[in-house]
């Protein structure tokens, strides 16, 4: 079975901070996504990676930045947290490249609350 | 630019009634559709996806999604529901061109009552 893990379930951090949300993926997957959760919006590509320190930014960048420097492991940074960033993050996975068939793997989601 | 419609945010049936989850589409370039649900507290999980071949393709626990071309719809379907289906339901598209990437509806959140 495949595995998406995240390192944290619930995140407090006060306006201002860096935010670094992890994800691991351990089926040796070329492709990983990171995903922002809100009521009613349903789920908003933030940024994929298709490949080792290639980034592709999705439909809402604005504010966040990420880093592949192993094929398993994609991090979501927030350089300066704000209110309007609290969200559910949702990270994800799938296996090669320019695959449009492919099934992809979520992790349990990061509920990232910022006051 | 390619877009997917939930119409309805909730919906909330009797145990063991028939409920159809709707969800239409709107693009450009070919695509390929999926449905994904998301349990209390967990991740999404795949429940179904259209590729090609017959337009009518069934999960493992008996919910059904039927493509329609003409009407750019994928609704999913379950003639009997069970408690344990109560979960968030999101419709997706999968645009084939470019690097892969999938666009959501904004969910239905189905709820069934005893």
């Known amino acids: 079975d495949v595995k998406v893990t995240q390192s944290s379930r619930y995140l407090v951090k006060r306006t201002g901070e860096k935010v670094f949300l992890e994800c691991v993926q351990d089926m040796d997957h070329e492709n990983m996504f990171w995903y922002r959760q809100d009521p009613g919006l349903g789920l908003r590509l933030i940024y994929f990676?298709?490949?080792?320190?290639?980034?592709e930014k999705g439909d809402i960048p604005e504010g966040y930045s990420v880093s592949r420097e192993k094929k398993e492991r994609f991090s979501l940074i927030l350089e300066s947290a704000s209110t309007n960033q609290t969200s559910m993050y949702l990270c994800?996975?799938?296996?090669?490249?320019?695959?449009?068939?492919?099934?992809?793997?979520f992790g349990p989601g990061t509920r990232l609350t910022v006051l | 630019a390619q877009s997917v419609t939930q119409l309805d945010s909730q919906v909330p049936v009797f145990e063991e009634a028939p409920v159809e989850l709707r969800c239409n589409y709107s693009s450009s370039v070919s695509v390929y559709l999926f449905w994904y649900v998301q349990y209390p507290n967990q991740g999404l999980q795949l429940l179904l996806k259209?590729?090609?071949?017959?337009?009518l393709v069934e999960s493992i626990n008996g919910f059904e999604a039927e493509f329609n071309k003409s009407q750019t719809s994928f609704h999913l379907r379950k003639p009997s529901v069970h408690i344990s289906d109560t979960a968030e339901y999101f419709c997706a598209v999968s645009i084939i061109q470019g690097a892969q990437k999938l666009v959501f509806g904004q969910g239905t959140r189905l709820t069934i009552n005893p």
């Open positions: 994800a996975s799938s296996l090669s490249g320019r695959q449009w068939t492919d099934t992809q793997y």
């Open positions: 990676s298709y490949d080792v320190k290639m980034k």
């Open positions: 259209y590729l090609s071949g017959s337009t």
